[in-house]
């Protein structure tokens, strides 16, 4: 009966107090509506970053900073606070959580939303936002008032809600329900598979935006809110789920394309390209999410992390420091901390790591204030502001901060009475005939509480409960006293209780306490973080070049290893040429590289000064090797493949430069690659062409003005013949099935030409605003008719082959290369007719039913009828040994070492039509070069040297050197950690893996599942 | 010289070769296969058997004693080459499941025999042998003990006269102490394997219950299992580990030593290489994988793999080269270019071919009979127009299996003439 009254009476109170200050809310009862002033006072008040108030007062009333200063009178209905000592800071801002969103596991489809479900601008995290106290209290605990929630899945995301985190007032702490739109590269669980990769992603999202500017026109053709979604939202803040560095640039490039402007959230990593995110003038939500410490046991267990992992470890709590020293604009995020309390020590470690006082301060107030444009109400300790304060004992940064009160609208939580200095007390008390002395104080809003035995210190656990200090000790661990130490008003000591191990209480009163000299010990002083040595590197792999981090002197890697790294004149002297100019090969010849390009050709070339000049004796000089097939380098998948044609992809989005078989192809002597889309579907994606340009970035990799390319395949992928028996429902199933694909789409695409041609050649009628709808996928595939894009057809079985040629003559277009094309040799003639390139295996076959009549012939074959012919990887591991594949054709089909050469060097570069610039040893070409030790398509020769627009990039005499490097700087590391003990340290070993992509690796599926298919 | 030879040919270009009774190769650079090369050698074959190996110049015979003679001014001979640790003959395309006869359903299958689906009519044995590898060892795969493998000649009507050592050893995957797993969510962790002591306690009672079952004279019942475990037991069998990271090796050691292995033999072991002070002291034989491979780790010097065979052997561990890896039938072909990489990297060319001959045989226990062109040893050898770790020169013209000479011509020759022939009427 007593606990229903209790229940009863709490609900009104509650009630009451949470309608009470509501004005459209019924009454219960005569309202409660409370306009208490309350003066906070004595404070040092960080009204911002820069501007510091000693001793001031803030009024707050009605939820708000009436007035905040140093001179204010404090009128006498304020209920005063005094807070001498203590910092105020305006309560922290985070511009990512999910915590409060429960997306539903059914995912949520709106009448009249576009056809991707991933695809909702027009959601509200609104709808989905659940107060959830837990979750809000962990963040008042961390400082943070005021968070911007979305909605945790999707492409695009909807708008994102802000809310305070004042659990008092269920309608006003939502502050904006349409704050900012949030996009992100992950679907999600989004029903439906397009887009399974990163590429997919990145199309969609163009594709999108292309959609809303065509539904921007004022003669609608479909009603689709989700377009009309973006169209409203084009003036609110963008925030974009980068959480990468590559990502980060990957948006990038879509808000250029858009002249969009995003608020990128990264993932920790972006320091690791710090000098060319400096040119960009970004905005970032960057998280203080650590990499769990390595676990290092013993000798072997160093194996088990790459030399970038463990740098990455060392050098992510220095990654908010390093954006500050490069003025990037950023705020901070609680997001991705495994447990709240990682904040504070997250942040302190960034901070003890170089990140300053006022930067830190600004990242999390002020700056995600000005991200969102609430910077009128939110963010700073100024009058009219909402009154979200943080009051703490000291300074952040220091070891011994903790919040006292956070205010949130006006509503006080409290964490910590605030107790400044108190006066020191000794309380000499007898126990069991031994003399005692208790020593307590408050000192910086914490208690200090000490028991001595004479002169000796005895261990003791205590407790501050409400006026109670408890506590408890033992003198010889066996015998336990427990005590209580009653405070006054003042904190001073009213009475002293303690119980013995029989259970016999004596109370002690405390008279006189007071004591000058009874201060308890201080506390050691923190010692000083080594920090780690601030090298970057370029890329971020073991092989890495390294660059300071706060070197300021070049803007992008680029300029760095072009100017500062490198000499740019080299003098290759008495060396065996093998230039593909002609059919002999040159011996005793001179090769000058200057400004990037081979300059000279000839007999005893004078040396230039400045020059690095090599010794060619016994030396063989070719054009850098060119894999037409690779997968290597790319990231988030290399099959979109989830639809029968996703021309609309890019692979040059995705190109990973961290990716260490890079230079694991540079030794092996290949320059250029063509990485391509997978075999999964019959029109694949569009071709990224890049050059083995180690440390540069995404677009520095792209070989400029390279035309064009993008993959097509035939046969057993696209019919998803090795899929299992589930797949048997997406078209086409059989080889019947693709023909009618090509056919379908290409007509399609000229339809689509035809309408663009008609739309931007007819009078525009006034007052109309008609946009033309651009298909990126039509655009691809419009562009092959128009011969501004050149197919490379995944193929092996002759039927195919002579279908897809067929179909091109029929609709207009050509296929530039068959690749694969084991069974090229069965219709060379007709593709030598249709002007096809060919670049097949060496001698791969058997590994499933359409490649049982491939033989290694193949490329002696086409060559000697007259095609084109190369020989490619889809390896990372045969790609970087190119020049031994090319030997076989020696051994099966007899080609010359010259035309063998050749199928891995110019017969590429044709094909890639990049001949003008690459493929030969010939003056106005680029210097992409190797140096072997003998003979280049010998078993036993080596690349020695590996240039790439005149720089080296490959000297495998320094190799050794790199690995004691990369060994040193590990086992430096592990000293590191060895050093911090084992806190932290994780109970058992666990990483992300690394995956080697091939034609056929599908982003949903392990390729442990698809080990039979290639 | 030159048209003696070819007449030669022509002469015996029928189907199938009778088995000469007596001939001799005559002129060519013949590699023993044990570090020796003769320049100008003369090989002597009878029944099957070689009979002689000399330097030409010191020996005379009478031409009217031989079947054939083989002058080969000019080119090479090498022993057989030895292609272990495959599953050659047990598929033909490969993603066609219909056609894969070498995983087994179950974790212990030590009874299940790999030479019964060796096929010798599989489409691609005959590509493999026209390039020097003459015999192999056909091997089960799947589960922690997979089965046992046989050595077969690339050559017979069927397995039973195919098999040239049947069931010579047991194939154990050792449980590993870091397991990658791939979730959808996530993609691929690599993590501490979990089920690792499950998984070492059930080996180990495994290995324990069949030591024991091996002692029993009359057992109760028969099982299979432990039957065929017998053999590793007595030493008559190999037990093949395959093991590859640092700490597993260490563990595959220890598992050695407790049990008392009598013929252990480490397979893949690429890791070996950080591990090399300890597993010296033991010696275990040791079949790596094929040096085209990638380094494990990121931090590995780019050569690593390549490098490792000349570790091995600064070491005087006795080693293999395999082709185990992705598409391992068809590419055991490349087997002798796997030795040039490793001699490329440091290794002696002579020892690197030691790798895939006489290594070979020495692990699998047939020396007395292969590995090597020496007096007694079966005469299995092959002949070469040039260098066979060396793509470009590794052209063969010859090959015999016991004596037996054997067709160098495939179905894949037979398409490149097919369609030659096609191109040059059409012109």
């Not at chain 1, 009436?66 to 606070?81: E, F, L, M, Y």
């Not at chain 1, 995912?107 to 009249?112: A, D, L, Q, S, T």
């Not at chain 1, 703490?392 to 901060?401: E, I």
């Not at chain 2, 010296?280 to 494990?296: A, E």
Request: charge should be neutral; charged fraction near 25%; proline fraction near 4%.
């Amino acid at each position: 009966m007593i606990k229903k009254i209790v229940y009863i009476f709490f609900y009104f109170f509650v009630f009451e107090l949470l309608y009470s200050q509501t004005v459209t809310f019924p009454h219960n009862g005569a309202p409660d509506n409370r306009h208490t002033l309350y003066a906070l006072t004595g404070l040092e008040v960080y009204q911002d970053e820069k501007n510091v108030l000693k001793n001031a007062t803030i009024l707050i009333k009605d939820g708000k900073i009436t007035d905040c200063g140093t001179q204010i009178n404090i009128p006498p209905h304020a209920i005063k606070i005094e807070l001498k000592g203590c910092v105020a800071y305006p309560s922290f801002i985070d511009l990512f959580s999910f915590q409060m969103i429960e997306f539903p596991e059914k995912w949520p489809i709106k009448p009249g939303s576009g056809w991707n479900p991933a695809v909702m601008p027009h959601e509200l995290a609104l709808d989905y936002f659940k107060f959830n106290e837990e979750k809000a209290n962990e963040y008042r605990k961390s400082g943070f008032g005021v968070v911007l929630s979305s909605i945790p899945q999707g492409i695009f995301r909807g708008y994102s809600v802000l809310t305070t985190l004042n659990n008092q007032i269920p309608n006003l702490n939502v502050i904006k329900e349409k704050c900012a739109q949030f996009i992100s590269f992950n679907k999600g669980k989004s029903p439906e598979s397009y887009p399974s990769s990163l590429t997919g992603a990145i199309a969609l999202i163009r594709q999108t935006f292309y959609d809303a500017l065509w539904y921007s026109g004022s003669d609608k053709k479909e009603k689709n809110i989700s377009l009309e979604a973006i169209n409203q939202s084009s003036l609110l803040p963008v925030v974009f789920d980068a959480n990468d560095k590559w990502n980060i640039f990957r948006a990038y490039e879509i808000a250029k394309e858009f002249k969009k402007e995003f608020i990128y959230k990264t993932s920790g990593n972006e320091y690791q390209r710090i000098h060319e995110l400096a040119e960009l003038n970004l905005k970032y939500i960057v998280p203080l999410q650590y990499p769990e410490k390595p676990l290092i046991q013993d000798p072997l267990d160093g194996l088990n992390y790459s030399l970038p992992e463990l740098r990455h470890w060392e050098m992510a709590p220095m990654n908010p420091a390093i954006l500050e020293k490069w003025n990037l604009r950023f705020c901070l995020t609680m997001f991705g901390l495994n447990k709240s309390e990682d904040f504070f020590k997250n942040l302190f470690k960034a901070m003890d790591y170089g990140l300053s006082h006022e930067a830190a301060i600004k990242a999390l107030t002020s700056e995600p204030a000005k991200f969102i444009g609430m910077e009128n109400e939110l963010g700073y300790i100024r009058k009219g502001m909402m009154a979200n304060i943080i009051i703490a004992n000291t300074k952040l940064g220091d070891k011994k901060f903790k919040i006292l009160h956070h205010w949130i609208q006006g509503t006080p939580y409290i964490f910590n009475p605030a107790t400044p200095e108190t006066e020191a007390y000794q309380i000499p008390f007898s126990f069991k005939n031994q003399t005692y002395q208790i020593f307590t104080r408050y000192e910086n809003h914490t208690l200090k509480f000490e028991i001595k035995l004479d002169t000796q210190k005895v261990s003791v656990n205590f407790k501050e409960n409400g006026s109670i200090i408890s506590f408890q000790f033992s003198t010889d661990k066996k015998n336990y006293v427990t005590g209580l130490l009653q405070l006054g008003p003042d904190k001073n000591p009213l009475f002293l209780a303690l119980q013995d191990e029989k259970g016999k209480t004596t109370w002690y009163p405390v008279l006189q306490a007071k004591s000058e000299n009874a201060k308890p010990e201080e506390s050691k002083k923190d010692s000083i973080v080594p920090l780690p040595p601030t090298y970057l590197l370029y890329p971020h792999s073991s092989y890495g070049y390294t660059v300071d981090a706060f070197d300021k002197g070049w803007k992008n890697f680029k300029n760095f290893i072009n100017a500062d790294n490198q000499k740019s004149t080299v003098l290759i002297k008495n060396a065996t040429l093998w230039t593909n100019d002609t059919d002999s090969i040159l011996e005793g010849y001179d090769l000058l590289i200057e400004n990037k390009k081979i300059s000279k050709i000839g007999k005893k070339l004078q040396v230039p000064a400045d020059a690095m000049v090599i010794e060619g004796n016994g030396l063989h000089v070719t054009p850098g090797i060119i894999d037409e097939h690779s997968h290597i380098a790319l990231q988030g998948g290399v099959n979109e493949g989830t639809q029968a044609s996703t021309a609309e992809v890019r692979m040059g989005d995705v190109v990973n430069p961290d990716d260490v078989n890079i230079f694991r192809n540079l030794a092996g002597g290949v320059t250029a690659v063509q990485l391509l889309h997978g075999s999964a579907n019959p029109i694949g994606g569009q071709s990224g062409l890049i050059k083995h340009r180690w440390g540069c970035n995404i677009q520095d990799m792209k070989i400029e003005d390279a035309p064009g390319f993008i993959k097509f395949a035939l046969g057993e992928n696209v019919k998803q013949s090795n899929w299992g028996d589930h797949a048997i429902w997406r078209f086409p199933q059989t080889r019947m099935g693709v023909e009618q694909v090509f056919v379908d789409h290409f007509i399609r695409a000229k339809e689509y030409l035809n309408r663009k041609k008609d739309f931007y050649s007819r009078p525009k009628i006034k007052g109309i605003t008609e946009n033309f709808r651009i298909d990126l996928e039509m655009e691809a595939l419009g562009e092959i008719l128009e011969g501004k894009r050149h197919i490379t057809c995944h193929s092996y079985v002759q039927s195919e082959i002579n279908m897809l040629m067929k179909v091109a003559d029929s609709l207009g277009f050509k296929v530039n290369t068959f690749t694969h094309i084991l069974e090229g040799y069965k219709v060379a003639d007709k593709m030598k007719k249709h002007g096809a390139n060919a670049s097949s295996f060496a001698d791969w076959w058997a590994y499933k039913n359409e490649v049982m009549e491939a033989i290694p012939y193949n490329a002696a074959l086409l060559t000697r009828v007259g095609v084109n012919t190369a020989i490619n990887s889809d390896d990372a591991e045969m790609s970087r040994r190119l020049n031994h594949e090319a030997a076989k054709s020696i051994r099966y089909g007899g080609l010359s070492p010259v035309q063998s050469l050749k199928l891995v060097t110019l017969n590429p570069a044709k094909m890639l039509r990049l001949n003008h610039r690459m493929g030969m040893l010939k003056p106005g070409m680029d210097a992409d070069i190797v140096i072997w030790s003998g003979p280049p398509l010998s078993i036993y020769s080596k690349a020695e040297k590996t240039f790439v627009d005149g720089v080296l990039y490959y000297d495998r005499s320094q190799i050794d050197n790199k690995r004691n490097w990369i060994e040193s700087e590990k086992q430096r590391i592990i000293q590191f950690i060895l050093q911090s003990g084992s806190d932290e340290s994780p109970k058992s070993f666990r990483k992300k893996g690394k995956r080697q992509y091939h034609c056929n690796s599908l982003e949903w599926v392990n390729d442990e599942e698809l080990e039979h298919i290639r | 010289m030159k048209r003696f030879f070819i007449l030669v040919f022509l002469a015996l270009n029928a189907l199938t070769y009778a088995q000469r009774q007596k001939f001799a190769l005559l002129n060519a650079t013949a590699h023993i296969g044990n570090g020796k090369v003769i320049e100008n050698s003369i090989i002597v074959v009878e029944k099957g058997i070689i009979k002689l190996v000399a330097d030409a110049t010191t020996v005379r015979i009478k031409k009217d004693e031989y079947d054939t003679l083989y002058s080969l001014p000019g080119m090479h001979v090498y022993p057989a080459l030895i292609n272990l640790n495959n599953v050659l003959g047990l598929h033909d395309a490969e993603a066609v499941r219909a056609t894969r006869d070498y995983q087994e359903t179950g974790n212990y299958n030590p009874h299940v025999r790999a030479l019964i689906a060796y096929n010798t009519d599989n489409l691609i044995v005959p590509t493999i042998r026209c390039n020097g590898v003459l015999y192999t060892q056909v091997t089960p795969r799947g589960g922690i003990i997979s089965g046992q493998s046989s050595i077969m000649a690339l050559d017979g009507w069927n397995w039973e006269d195919a098999v040239v050592k049947p069931d010579d050893g047991i194939h154990l995957n050792f449980p590993k102490l870091i397991s990658v797993n791939w979730s959808f969510d996530e993609g691929l962790i690599s993590e501490t394997n979990k089920n690792y002591s499950k998984e070492m306690e059930e080996l180990k009672q495994f290995m324990a219950e069949s030591k024991a079952y091996a002692q029993e004279k009359n057992p109760v019942e028969k099982n299979l299992r432990f039957e065929a475990m017998k053999g590793v037991w007595s030493g008559s069998k190999n037990l093949y580990i395959h093991v590859e990271y640092a700490k597993d090796i260490l563990e595959a050691i220890h598992f050695i030593q407790t049990f008392n292995i009598p013929k252990p033999v480490l397979v893949g072991a690429t890791e070996i290489g950080h591990v090399l002070p300890a597993y010296k002291k033991f010696r275990y034989p040791v079949i790596l994988n094929r040096t085209h491979q990638l380094p494990y780790r990121e931090d590995d010097h780019l050569h690593y793999v390549y490098q490792l065979p000349k570790m091995l052997d600064s070491d005087s561990i006795l080693f293999a080269i395999s082709m185990h890896g992705d598409m391992e039938a068809m590419n055991s072909r490349n087997l002798s270019y796997n030795a040039g990489t490793a001699a490329a990297f440091g290794l002696d060319k002579e020892k690197a071919l030691q790798s895939i001959s006489f290594n070979a045989a020495k692990i699998i226990g047939m020396e007395k009979h292969l590995g090597t062109l020496e007096e007694n040893k079966w005469a299995s050898f092959f002949v070469t127009k040039g260098d066979i770790l060396d793509m470009a020169t590794s052209e063969v013209v010859l090959a015999f299996i016991q004596g037996k000479r054997i067709q160098i011509r495939n179905k894949q020759l037979e398409l490149y003439e097919k369609y030659e022939r096609k191109y040059k009427e059409g012109k």
